[in-house]
């Protein structure tokens, strides 16, 4: 699969290509990504995303799942669109949901949850939820927890929604939340292997995010979930975990 991001911190130079682990330093922001099953998130007509201003790098990372020897070629590409004027009336931006606190037992279920607060002073508009595990990943909850006490769910008829590692979808969730109220991530896994699996980049450890995109622009940003952390993902608009 491969992601998108707005990178304000690094030094490359434009057009460099590197190795990497999925590791980022300079931890940038999230933009778009596909994976295997992935369909196309059209934004509302009243909605842009966030590109950060002109000296900022759009950073294209891909993930292979190769098991040969020597590198083999690619071609892989995307085109990006921007505008500066007549923009669109509201700023949307990616934020990762969930937790990195995963610690599944050899041949049992298990779940991995995590509570996300925003600290934003008003109304966080929810369009798109992404749920992203790994190998052991066999659905996902996303739950509005309101001022009073109710939940509401975010999956159609309050059940979780199904997890495929080769069929990626992402979900409409157009749902608003207002100042005080928080959203809890829960990951539910098969782990079928002989050993205990825990969080990581590779796809024989697991993951727990939920990619939402939502407006204003970083009202709903949480922290980095392995650690470092930006201007924006740092600032007291983030959402606490």
Same mark, same amino acid.
């Given at each position: 699969h491969w992601l998108v991001y707005l990178d304000e911190n690094d030094n490359?130079?434009?057009?460099?290509?590197?190795?990497?682990? *999925?590791?980022?330093?300079? @931890?940038?922001?999230?933009? $778009? *990504? =596909?994976?295997?099953?992935?369909?196309n998130n059209a934004l509302p007509p009243d909605v842009g995303m966030d590109l950060g201003s002109a000296n900022h790098k759009i950073l294209m990372e891909v993930h292979y799942f190769y098991t040969g020897g020597a590198p083999v070629p690619s071609t892989t590409g995307i085109k990006v669109c921007t505008v500066e004027k007549n923009l669109r009336p509201n700023t949307a931006t990616v934020s990762c949901l969930g937790t990195d606190n995963i610690a599944l037992s050899p041949h049992a279920p298990g779940t991995a949850s995590g509570r996300c607060t925003p600290q934003y002073n008003g109304d966080i508009h929810i369009l798109r939820s992404w749920p992203h595990m790994h190998q052991m990943g066999v659905g996902m909850d996303s739950v509005i927890n309101h001022l009073g006490g109710t939940q509401e769910p975010m999956m $159609? *008829? *309050?059940? @979780? =929604?199904?997890?495929?590692?080769?069929?990626?979808?992402?979900?409409?969730?157009?749902?608003?939340?207002?100042?005080?109220?928080?959203?809890?991530?829960?990951?539910?896994?098969n782990n079928t292997s002989d050993r205990t699996i825990t969080v990581g980049y590779d796809t024989t450890s697991e993951m727990c995010f939920n990619f939402v995109t939502a407006y204003p622009a970083k009202a709903l940003l949480s922290k980095n979930l392995f650690g470092g952390s930006t201007s924006l993902t740092a600032a007291s608009t983030a959402c606490l975990q």
């Open positions: 490359q130079a434009n057009g460099n290509a590197v190795h990497c682990l *999925g590791s980022h330093p300079s @931890s940038p922001t999230l933009i $778009a *990504g =596909w994976a295997p099953g992935a369909d $159609a *008829g *309050g059940t @979780s =929604w199904p997890f495929n590692f080769n069929t990626q979808v992402s979900h409409s969730t157009p749902f608003v939340i207002h100042p005080g109220e928080s959203i809890t991530t829960t990951c539910h896994y």
